[in-house]
């Protein structure tokens, strides 16, 4: 289940004057690329991929976390009854379904850790999983960046960034540019978007 458009809006802006911060422009973008991706590709369901880009940081809302803020936004949203965004608060994090290579702190509880881990087993991922990934490496809060761009400012950021992960980014992107039969960078208005 999902909230509606508007309600979603709506959630972000309230997690906004909870935590402020660049996250909820970060989102704007995402959910902008994850709608533009969906409508070129036909057979997606726009409207979901919007909803869904503009929710996947929501965990950030209870405060400035790492790994916490995808079980923070899994939890949240599942408490919501939003179970379709539950699922990409966790999933958007992890391309091979396992914390390991994770970007960040591990500032979880056990708990926290066990739930995350536990629901990564048994997820199974879609193409909207794999759409918002990549939409969270195409957006920056002040608009769209080139994803090398991108993933070498969270390098920069953090100290690494896995190879894995890196490639599997680029897969990302050429397989919804093969989608779509059109370069992700017009399709997602690099160069005139802004949140």
Known sequence: MLPTREEAEEILREGETCNPGPWGNHSRVAAHCAEKIAQACGGMDSEKAYILGLLHDIGRKFGVRHLGHVSDGYSYMMSLGYDEAAKICLTHSFHNQTTDGYIGQFDTTEEETKLIQDT????????????????????????????????????????????????????????????????????????????
């Open 120 to 195: 990564l087993k048994t997820v199974v991922m879609d193409e909207y999983d794999r759409l918002i990934q990549l939409c969270d490496s195409l957006a920056g809060a002040e608009g769209v960046l080139d994803i090398e761009e991108r993933m070498g400012d969270v390098k920069r950021r953090y100290g690494a960034y896995p190879q894995e992960k890196w490639d599997s980014n680029l897969e990302l992107k050429k397989y919804f540019e093969t989608r779509m039969g059109r370069d992700i960078y017009s399709v997602v208005e690099k160069d005139t978007f802004q949140p």
